[in-house]
């Protein structure tokens, strides 16, 4: 340093190497974190057709192995990109919670994800964070909530994304349970145009990847709810699109959802030995998780309010079945 304080240039030269040379120093690497990207999609892949536990549990290593990675040294892009990842996994896992009825740790899943998406500046994974707590509250029955909830999703995700369309779709069910049917038709409407402007999906199966067929029987769903007979025709265009010849192996979930749909409908247009049958047919696949036994439920207490002969055989079913379950929302 001479007598100004200034350094030498060689000194100059030096700290600047130095600085790149911390600033690129990582001990994660990117082939680490394209091994958990595909680790990622693979699970989220998995998420329709696995029983929700055995999924938490591979959810929960990688989830830890983010963890870990977080204290090794690495880029800020290496940073952002095991952020947004990590957020995923969170996600994903507070999805099974839901499925599992186990509440507190979805809830502890879901801020997590969206602290990791906020300092990533991710907003799609913070649109999906409010999405699936829409689901998660209105499945509780907190109606107005759920609305809310879907709502904020909207506001946050990126124009023309699977989660854009999965959130409006969201609000459509809420809005059914509310009893708004001319928010329901809206929400439809939407979802609808929205879906059929979407970019052709690389895996159908992928949880946070929208496709037509979700759209199908979102419809059958929420028209099921405000009591619309139409939703038999949605219903049974999912059950005959996605389990040919009754081979339900593909999207085993989904279809047991639309035979729920279509019991509520038959009830509606007072078919109940039809009714009967589609609901036993989606409680006894072993393929309705725990979030979803409330909806097998009212087809069973329809069908003992009308104090039909199958009632006593669908309570049963039922009962077998609040110990087991393995279903998409």
């Known amino acids: 340093m001479d007598e100004f304080g200034t350094l030498p240039a060689h000194d100059g030269d030096f700290n600047a190497l130095e600085l790149a040379r911390r600033v690129s120093a990582s001990d994660v690497g990117k082939e680490t974190l394209s091994r958990l990207e595909d680790a990622f999609d693979e699970l989220a892949v998995l998420y329709p057709v696995s029983p929700p536990q055995e999924l938490l549990e591979r959810v929960r290593k990688h989830s830890a192995y983010v963890a870990h990675l977080l204290d090794a040294r690495m880029t800020l892009a290496e ?28 809830t502890a899943r ?13 907003s799609e994974i913070r649109a999906w964070c409010h999405e699936t707590d829409a689901w998660r509250v209105l499945t ?26 999965q959130a409006t779709a969201q609000e459509g069910r809420a809005r059914a349970r509310l009893g708004d049917s001319k928010g329901v038709r809206l929400a439809i409407d939407n979802v609808q145009r929205m879906s059929a402007a979407l970019e052709p999906v690389k895996n159908a199966k992928h949880h946070y990847q929208y496709e037509p067929g979700k ?7 929420t028209l099921a709810w405000i009591g619309d007979p139409a939703a038999e025709s949605y219903a049974r265009e999912v059950i005959a699109g996605l389990a040919p010849a009754d081979d ?11 035979n729920i749909d279509l ?29 979803n036994h409330w ?3 009212e087809v069973v207490r329809a069908v003992e309010a009308r104090k039909l002969p199958e009632a006593p055989d669908l309570r049963e079913a039922y009962q077998g079945m609040s110990s087991v379950g393995a279903g998409e929302r």
């Open 263 to 291: 019991a509520l409908a038959l009830l509606v247009d007072d078919r109940p030995d039809e009714a009967c049958d589609a609901a036993q047919r989606a409680i006894l696949s072993g393929r309705v998780v725990p979030s």
């Open 110 to 122: 879901l801020k997590t994800a969206e602290t990791l998406a906020r300092h990533a500046e991710h």
């Open 215 to 221: 759209s199908l029987a979102y419809t059958a769903t």
């Open 248 to 258: 339900v192996q593909k999207w085993p979930r989904r279809v047991a959802s639309a």
């Open 79 to 106: 940073q952002r990109r095991l952020y947004v990842v990590g957020g995923w996994f969170q996600l994903l896992g507070a999805t099974l919670h839901i499925d599992l009825n186990q509440e507190h740790a979805a």
């Open 295 to 297: 909806r097998a439920l």
């Open 140 to 165: 509780d029955g907190a109606y107005g909530r759920a609305l809310d909830l879907s709502q904020a999703a909207q506001e946050w995700a990126p124009a023309g994304s699977s989660v854009a369309v």
